[in-house]
């Protein structure tokens, strides 16, 4: 599958859109397959590494996924 990834903090230029690895959900979560996303000000603070110094683990969706296609799995 497709994904948008960054490995260091600078401008929109980091972006790179490659292959990534499929997830496998577990039996209590879902795959989903998202339409469309937004990026908000919070987003780019972190990719240009603005809010660095207070992320301690893996940023993880906290607000409902807008656009969900359809269950996958």
Not at 12 to 28: G, Q
Request: glycine share 4%.
């Amino acid at each position: 599958m497709k994904g948008v990834i960054f490995n260091r903090y600078s401008s929109p230029d980091v972006l790179e859109y490659t292959e990534v690895t499929k997830p496998s959900p577990t039996a209590k979560q879902l795959l989903i397959k998202v339409f469309a996303s937004s990026v908000n000000p919070v987003d780019w603070k972190i990719r240009r590494g603005m809010l660095k110094f207070i992320i301690f683990e893996a940023i993880r969706p906290s607000r409902p996924v807008k656009g969900c296609k359809r269950i996958l799995q």
